[in-house]
């Protein structure tokens, strides 16, 4: 089992006001499973992800990657982890705007010193169409173009998890397309486990196991239909 989530809360605000967003969450992924989190808008499916990535902490409940329980680590503990085991690909790219496709690439391989860091990334950006784009800063791509180097520095450390939060969900259904296809892909080929977070149950069908995030809890998807 790659991860193991346990009885995950998550509150905004405080008091009268508090908004209860995960309400016991629990979520078991074995390696190499694809799995989909459907949910509408403002269901908390982002608020889960980033809990799982370690980029917030849970107000109660745990999170376990690899065997390690994540909020246990110090926060530099939690960026080295993150940056060896966890892809993440955002629904707004969130590429460094003054890096170059290749430099926004080789970025987590440098992180780690890794000596051949411009090549994989130029190897991998050549692999997905985008060698012309190499040397173009993110305002000069499209925004399918973006996405593409997006997950191309997600998995260019080849992480065992892959984490995307609604990934095409700013393309248009063509260049959407293509991004998912490469999305799974690399997922098949690289033998990566997958985390999908989407509003789309045909999106959603491309993945082995469903869930559903409905009133902060997560059901298989079946149940809700
Ligand atoms: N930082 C925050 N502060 C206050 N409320 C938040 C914050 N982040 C998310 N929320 C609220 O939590 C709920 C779930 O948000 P989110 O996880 O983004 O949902 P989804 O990704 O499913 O659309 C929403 O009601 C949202 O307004
Ligand atoms: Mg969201």
Request: charged share 25%.
């Amino acid at each position: 089992m790659i991860l193991k989530v346990v009885g995950l809360r998550k509150n905004f605000g405080r008091g009268e006001n508090a908004i209860e967003v995960l309400r016991g969450v629990d979520l078991e992924v074995a390696r190499g499973e694809t799995v989909a989190i459907l949910g509408a808008s403002g269901s908390g499916k982002s608020t889960l992800l980033s809990l799982l990535a370690g980029l917030d902490d849970p107000l109660q409940g745990e999170v376990w990657i690899a065997g390690e329980e994540i909020s246990r680590l110090s926060e530099e503990a939690r960026a080295r982890f993150r940056a060896r085991n966890l892809g993440i690909v955002f629904q707004q790219y969130h590429l460094m705007s003054t890096l170059t496709a290749l430099e926004n690439v080789s970025l987590p391989l440098e992180l780690v010193r890794d000596l051949q860091a411009e090549d994989k990334a130029w190897r991998l950006l050549d692999a997905m169409g985008l060698a012309a784009r190499c040397d173009h800063f993110p305002h000069q791509l499209s925004g399918g173009e973006a996405q593409r180097v997006a997950l191309a520095r997600a998995v260019v450390g080849e992480p065992a998890l892959l984490l995307a939060d609604e990934p095409s969900g700013s393309l248009d259904a063509q260049s959407g397309e293509i991004v998912m296809r490469i999305l799974f892909d690399l997922v098949a080929k690289r033998d990566m486990t997958l985390i999908l977070v989407t509003h789309s149950h045909v999106l959603a069908e491309r993945c082995q196991t469903r869930y559903e995030l409905r009133e902060g809890l997560l059901v298989p998807e079946s149940s809700s239909r």
